[in-house]
């Protein structure tokens, strides 16, 4: 049984093999009210209008390395950084050996930057790291960056100058229509694409508390096997499984093959699963668009919205909303996501 919930797991993972694709009818009252009153919510490159009562979680914010926002923190950045200064110092009197190189005043007013050898293994392989502690307006960032492949350590003060000087506070509902990046509380002006960016949101809606949608975006994702190549090799590999066919035969394709967005094309498919245990069912749709590698006006993207969500596992009970109104959750919301400053022919 463990080996059979394991094959079980793996192939919906890769999307369910059944073949009936029902048609659907997109009368859905409740999913409208929903969308009666809506906001624009921006993340990285991209904005997303949102019913108005959505919860918003922003993911990974990474431009080059990940950044921290700590809203509200600029009155206590000079505490933190002191602190991680402080904090690798007293390494130094371990067996790691760390050392601080440098604790200046940082490019920008209430900003400091670190640059320190995080232990002796460090310094002697030469990876040195620098964290800009950067203030704008009431808000705080913390920006780590450290020396690799081509870096050297003047290249780490150099990234966080850019980013200090290109950085500013930004209210929620503001929504740049400048290039750039939207950080939670901040926005980088930049239209350079030289750092890797890596975003992403996820929406809760209180009036359906087992929906979960989001939605993240990738610059320099590698290509690997297509969506659609992915899904075929899942439905070749579940024949050699023979007591999966009657479980992928209890799951309807809703809607699958290629959606239109604003770049050009991605990959849908939109599944209608039934409980492991007990009736009713739930919803698994999935989207990828390739977009073009290292090109931030045209970055790789994937959403996935769950139904049946509890405890933070989807398919943990049935699904609140019908077919229809989970489709239809769907499309509203896929419709809208797109690049703030779209490129210009």
Same mark, same amino acid.
């Given at each position: 049984? @463990? ?8 192939? #919906? ?20 009210? +929903?969308?009666? !009153?809506? &906001?624009?919510?921006?993340? =990285? ?31 206590? +950045? ?31 007013? =209430? ?9 002796? #293994? ?10 800009? /502690?950067?203030?704008? =307006? ?6 780590? *960056? ?5 870096? !050297? ?17 930004? *209210?929620?509902? *503001? ?18 694409? &030289? /750092? ?9 809606? @209180? ?35 023979? @007591? ?5 035969? &209890?799951? !309807?394709?809703?809607?699958?093959? !290629? ?6 094309? =991605? ?26 590698? /290292? ?9 996935? +919205? ?40």
């Amino acid at each position: 049984m @463990p080996m059979m919930r394991f094959f079980v797991t793996l192939f #919906f993972a890769l999307f369910c093999i059944s073949c009936h694709t029902e048609a659907r009818n997109m009368n859905s009252p409740r999913i409208d009210k +929903l969308f009666e !009153k809506t &906001k624009a919510v921006c993340f =990285g490159r991209f904005v997303i209008d949102v019913p108005a009562n959505a919860v918003t979680a922003l993911g990974s914010q990474a431009f080059g390395p990940n950044i921290e926002s700590l809203p509200n923190g600029a009155g206590s +950045l000079a505490r933190i950084a002191r602190a991680k200064r402080d904090e690798i110092n007293a390494k130094a009197l371990t067996k790691e050996k760390s050392e601080v190189i440098s604790f200046l005043v940082g490019p920008t007013n =209430g900003s400091w930057v670190l640059t320190y050898w995080d232990d002796k #293994f460090a310094k002697k392989v030469g990876v040195q790291r620098a964290t800009g /502690f950067l203030a704008a =307006g009431p808000h705080a960032f913390i920006y780590p *960056d450290q020396t690799g492949d081509n870096e !050297k350590p003047e290249d780490l003060q150099r990234n966080i100058s850019y980013v200090a000087t290109h950085l500013r506070a930004r *209210d929620p509902q *503001d929504v740049p229509n400048e290039p750039g990046v939207c950080l939670e509380g901040g926005f980088i002006a930049d239209d350079s694409g &030289k /750092f890797q960016e890596i975003f992403g949101i996820g929406l809760r809606f @209180p009036e359906f508390p087992d929906a979960s949608f989001s939605v993240s975006s990738n610059k320099n994702a590698q290509q690997g096997d297509s969506f659609e190549d992915r899904r075929a090799e899942a439905k070749r590999a579940a024949f050699l499984v023979a @007591p999966l066919a009657t479980l992928f035969n &209890k799951v !309807k394709t809703l809607r699958e093959g !290629k959606l239109a967005v604003q770049k050009g094309q =991605g990959s849908e498919a939109l599944f209608r699963r039934p409980m492991e245990e007990g009736d009713g069912a739930w919803h698994e749709f999935q989207f990828e668009y390739a977009g073009k590698r /290292f090109d931030h006006r045209n970055p790789s993207w994937d959403a996935t +919205l769950y139904t049946g969500v509890a405890h933070n596992r989807a398919g943990a009970k049935p699904s609140s909303l019908t077919d229809d109104e989970a489709v239809t959750l769907w499309d509203r919301l896929m419709s809208s996501v797109r690049l703030r400053v779209p490129s210009k022919p």
